[in-house]
């Protein structure tokens, strides 16, 4: 399911740039910018309050912060899980 949503962010991000860039019909995909401005700014946010999580990224810190921007919670959360596993020993 993750890979399907990662696909849907990316598939985003790549419709509004196409449409911005002026290679979409007029009349088709008109709400694309929108719609990944709203994905960039709601990952900002993501990546402000969760940073902790973030950190928990065994790359590069830029790396994580990208994907973050990228693809929100699911990137982070899946850290965030991993973390509280090996604080409880499990």
């Excluded at 962010?9 to 290679?23: E, H, I, P």
Aim: one cysteine or more; charged letters at 15%.
């Amino acid at each position: 399911m993750n890979l399907v949503l990662r696909g849907l962010c990316l598939f985003a991000y790549v419709t509004a740039s196409a449409k911005l860039a002026g290679l979409l019909p007029e009349g088709q995909f008109e709400h694309a910018p929108i719609v990944a401005g709203v994905l960039l700014g709601l990952h900002l946010l993501e990546l402000i309050v969760m940073f902790r999580h973030v950190r928990l990224y065994k790359g590069p810190l830029a790396v994580s912060i990208i994907l973050t921007l990228l693809f929100g919670l699911l990137h982070w959360k899946p850290l965030a899980d991993a973390g509280a596993r090996a604080e409880t020993g499990a």
